[in-house]
């Protein structure tokens, strides 16, 4: 160890000095104070250890010098030894070597040797030691530091190869998307001719519908001709001819043959036979006659015109008939074509009827799941229908009270369901995309029409036609041909699932109404849209829409709980009237054919009635 590695307070050298020889009488004598010498009578053995104490320290530290750095001397051999056995911590062995060392210097046993240095190969390995003691710190400080680059360098080369990993597959991925781009593209192309032949093909098809529609009225109004010319015959052979009462109970006996209209010539005038409603397809028995309408417009009462009237004047309807129909929801609601029963579905998995007062008549406890959607037979025959979310649809008799038929088919909820007009055939609107024509009479469905992307939310069949319209959540309308089973139009514009869709009493418009709170009224014979509006706050569904009697009113029901009033002439001129009784959501409104009141369902369980 070299003796720059030894601490400056304990490093001793041995200097020698020649002291000059001075005569008594040149010598400058300086007064020194005695010190009181203890009386050794009273001195203690603590006190002299004390003193002995002071002494060795006193002749110890009477040689540390300056720091070694200012040291030009090498260094001596007794020196070496202090500064050895201080390192080490001997501190025994120091004390002993010191207290020998001294003595026998003072009895001259030893002699100090002032060149008696330390040889140069201990002082240099001591040096060499120290270097080499330094020089292995550093080398340990340098390999804990390429310890720690070597572990970056390892954690960059994984970062590395995972950056280039994705590099490749975003290169892979880059050169599939562009494939796919390409293919796109040429894809498109083929589609845009493909469109471009498809739309001329439209375009002759509409130009043939077109001359069709015109065919079709010169030939209705051709038999409306032959009916008014028939009707005039009659009337003459009537004129020009008597009857006895006899003979008007004998068929055989006055040449008529039986069918009680004879003409003024005595020959039997045959009763026109005009085109009725009928499915391709079909077993004919399975379609009853069906009654002939001359004019689609609907006979109404005067209270029905007078609730129109009242209606466009801007005048609100006043509630005059609340009931509790169901503990649940109302979901939907129906009214009998004479006027005097009203059904409810409801989530309680129950169908009811009641009175126009309120009286429940019966209820009708079959489907496992909530009921969606009710309807009465056309013909006033005590006939029901209605849809579950059980999948399956429900004929009742409502004078037996009982259920005669369980349609199932479906393989998911049925949202809606809608008589034909003749009451033979049941068209039914489900989750599962699809709309089911079934044949009343067998219990077996017809036909499945397929043309939505998404759930069927309701159905129902043009008046005195074999054409339905459908809503759906795949945000469009569709008109079926049920004699054909296939589409023949859709009514596109919603931006949002199409709730409801129904048509006005002569089958001339419709109106649908979307989950954005939209209504749209449609011209049926150009399939196009007339008016767009929203119903009340932006955003708020429309649940359910309704033309009254007469065509002029439509009645809207919303997720806000209130019904609107609308001019079938001008939508967009806003609602006519509002009414705000309900507390919950309206599922349900309907019009009653008889006494042109409104009636409405909420999924707060009540059924409320409105009059002018």
């Not at 001997?90 to 330390?118: C, I, T």
Request: charged share 25%.
């Amino acid at each position: 160890m070299s003796v720059d590695a030894i601490p400056e307070e304990n490093v001793y050298t041995t200097e020698v000095v020649m002291a000059s020889v001075d005569t008594d009488d040149s010598f400058n004598y300086t007064t020194v104070p005695v010190t009181r010498v203890p009386d050794p009578s009273t001195e203690s053995l603590q006190d002299t250890l004390q003193q002995v104490r002071i002494s060795e320290v006193k002749s110890t530290t009477s040689t540390v010098i300056e720091p070694i750095g200012s040291i030009d001397r090498p260094e001596l051999v007794q020196d070496f030894t202090r500064n050895y056995l201080l390192k080490k911590g001997m501190q025994k062995s120091f004390h002993a070597f010191q207290s020998e060392w001294y003595d026998m210097v003072q009895s001259g046993k030893l002699r100090v040797e002032p060149n008696e240095a330390v040889p140069d190969c201990y002082v240099e390995n001591q040096r060499l030691e120290a270097e080499i003691e330094k020089l292995r710190r550093e080398v340990n400080r340098r390999v804990a530091e390429a310890n720690k680059v070597v572990a970056m360098a390892a954690t960059l080369k994984k970062e590395r190869d995972f950056h280039r990993i994705s590099h490749r597959r975003v290169k892979e991925e880059k050169r599939d998307l562009m494939t796919a781009a390409s293919r796109a593209e040429e894809s498109t192309e083929s589609m845009r001719e493909a469109l471009d032949i498809m739309r001329e093909k439209y375009q002759k098809v509409m130009r043939q519908k077109t001359t069709a529609t015109i065919s079709l009225d010169r030939s209705q109004k051709e038999v409306d001709e032959m009916v008014e010319l028939s009707k005039k015959v009659l009337d003459l052979s009537m004129d020009g001819t008597t009857f006895s009462a006899a003979r008007a109970h004998d068929g055989d006996s006055r040449g008529d043959g039986g069918d009680g209209r004879p003409t003024a010539h005595g020959a039997i005038l045959p009763e026109p036979q005009l085109p009725r409603p009928s499915f391709v397809g079909l077993p004919e028995t399975s379609m009853p006659p069906t009654p002939i309408v001359q004019n689609r417009a609907p006979v109404v009462s005067a209270a029905v015109r007078e609730f129109a009237a009242s209606a466009l004047e801007g005048k609100a309807p006043r509630l005059v008939k609340t009931f509790r129909a169901h503990d649940d929801g109302v979901c939907a609601l129906a009214i009998d074509m004479a006027g005097v029963t009203v059904g409810t579905a409801s989530d309680d998995s129950t169908f009811r009827t009641w009175q126009a007062d309120g009286e429940l008549l019966l209820e009708g406890a079959g489907h496992t799941a909530w009921v969606a959607g009710c309807c009465f037979h056309p013909s006033g025959r005590p006939v029901a229908a209605t849809a579950s979310g059980d999948a399956t649809v429900k004929l009742w008799d409502l004078t037996e009270a009982r259920c005669t038929a369980t349609l199932s088919g479906h393989a998911y909820a049925v949202w809606d369901v809608n008589f034909h007009c003749s009451g033979d055939f049941l068209a039914s609107a489900s989750l599962d995309t699809t709309v089911k024509l079934w044949d009343v009479a067998s219990a077996r469905c017809r036909r499945t029409l397929r043309g939505h992307s998404d759930a069927v939310n309701s159905v129902q069949f043009q008046p005195e036609s074999n054409m339905a319209v459908s809503a759906g959540a795949d945000r469009s309308c569709m008109l079926w041909d049920a004699r054909l089973g296939r589409a023949t139009a859709g009514l596109m514009g919603h931006r949002s699932a199409v709730y409801h869709a129904t048509f006005s009493p002569d089958g001339v418009h419709a109106a649908s109404v979307d989950a954005t709170g939209v209504l749209k009224l449609w011209e049926m014979r150009t399939a196009t849209c007339l008016a767009t509006t929203v119903v009340g706050t932006a955003g708020s569904p429309a649940n359910r829409c309704a033309f009254d009697p007469t065509g002029a009113v439509i009645a809207v029901g919303s997720e806000d709980s209130v019904i609107r009033l609308f001019s079938s002439a001008d939508p967009e001129a806003g609602p006519l009237c509002e009414m705000a009784a309900h507390t919950d959501a309206v599922q349900g409104v309907a019009f009653n054919r008889a006494t042109g009141a409104l009636v409405s369902g909420s999924a707060d369980g009540t059924v409320r009635t409105w009059v002018f």
